[in-house]
């Protein structure tokens, strides 16, 4: 049975992503459930110990009890078999933000993305915040380079707009245009929503809002839910 995924919006350790936190830390098995935390997006300007020094004082202030930060900065630890076991015995695999297009050509294809897999069919929560939600689709987009880019597909036919009440909502005019087939998932900063309710909804938790861009844009909010 696969897993449950979990998409933020961003500025999640903060002490505000509590509400989307704890529930992936439930439905992943509880305090007991390992985390494994993926800092690749942080590695391009060094900051990937201090970010995931920071994930993990966050998720242990939360009362989870195995938190650990795999030293997968690159292709080549992308592929070492210790990180990618690590990852197939985790419970909770949590990416996080920085450089997104390092991110997904750093996992694409590589031993570690196939054990994130192997852990999502056993039943795994796997989530991302601002670029760790937007490599999860099917596409993303890279600001760097002004140009969309194939993202791991763990949620298809889907494009995240992150920190989308700050600056993310601009992308989507854009986006409208390069994909027009595909869904837009703008999601608020502190925001977070998880595919937890039955019949493959996704719903809303946090303080923000999620806004789907189809034919139609529709909006939600803590506690509500939704599909596309």
Same mark, same amino acid.
């Given at each position: 049975?696969?897993?449950?995924?979990?998409?933020?919006?961003?500025?999640?350790?903060?002490?505000?992503?509590?509400?989307?936190?704890?529930?992936?830390?439930?439905?992943?098995?509880?305090?007991?459930?390992?985390?494994?935390?993926?800092? !690749?997006?942080?590695?391009?300007?060094?900051?990937?110990?201090?970010?995931?020094?920071?994930?993990?004082?966050?998720? &242990?202030?939360?009362?989870?009890?195995?938190?650990?930060?795999?030293?997968?900065?690159? &292709?080549?630890?992308?592929?070492?078999?210790?990180?990618?076991?690590?990852?197939?015995?985790?419970?909770?695999?949590?990416?996080?933000?920085?450089?997104?297009?390092?991110?997904?050509? !750093?996992?694409?294809?590589?031993?570690?993305?196939?054990?994130?897999?192997?852990?999502?069919?056993?039943?795994?929560?796997?989530?991302?915040?601002?670029?760790?939600?937007?490599?999860?689709?099917?596409?993303?987009?890279?600001?760097?380079?002004?140009?969309?880019?194939?993202?791991?597909?763990? %949620?298809?036919?889907?494009? %995240?707009?992150?920190?989308?009440?700050?600056?993310?909502?601009?992308?989507?005019?854009?986006? &409208?245009?390069?994909?027009?087939?595909?869904?837009?998932?703008?999601?608020?900063?502190?925001?977070?929503?998880?595919?937890?309710?039955?019949?493959?909804?996704?719903?809303?938790?946090?303080?923000?809002?999620?806004?789907?861009?189809?034919?139609?844009?529709?909006?939600?909010?803590?506690?509500?839910?939704?599909?596309?």
């Amino acid at each position: 049975m696969a897993g449950i995924i979990l998409l933020e919006g961003g500025a999640e350790f903060g002490g505000k992503m509590a509400e989307p936190d704890l529930r992936a830390i439930g439905v992943a098995g509880g305090f007991e459930a390992p985390i494994c935390v993926i800092p !690749t997006a942080a590695a391009p300007d060094h900051n990937h110990v201090r970010a995931g020094r920071n994930a993990e004082s966050w998720f &242990r202030s939360l009362g989870a009890r195995q938190v650990s930060v795999l030293p997968l900065i690159d &292709r080549a630890s992308a592929n070492q078999p210790e990180i990618a076991r690590a990852l197939r015995q985790a419970r909770f695999i949590y990416l996080l933000g920085g450089f997104t297009h390092f991110l997904g050509q !750093t996992l694409l294809g590589s031993a570690s993305w196939e054990a994130i897999l192997d852990a999502y069919q056993a039943g795994a929560v796997v989530g991302g915040s601002s670029a760790g939600a937007m490599v999860l689709c099917q596409t993303y987009y890279d600001p760097g380079r002004g140009q969309v880019a194939e993202g791991l597909n763990l %949620v298809p036919n889907a494009c %995240v707009l992150p920190h989308h009440n700050t600056f993310g909502s601009g992308w989507a005019p854009k986006l &409208r245009q390069l994909l027009p087939d595909a869904t837009l998932i703008g999601i608020d900063e502190r925001t977070g929503m998880l595919d937890d309710a039955e019949h493959a909804h996704w719903t809303v938790y946090g303080q923000g809002v999620v806004t789907i861009y189809q034919e139609q844009t529709k909006l939600y909010r803590k506690g509500e839910t939704f599909s596309f």
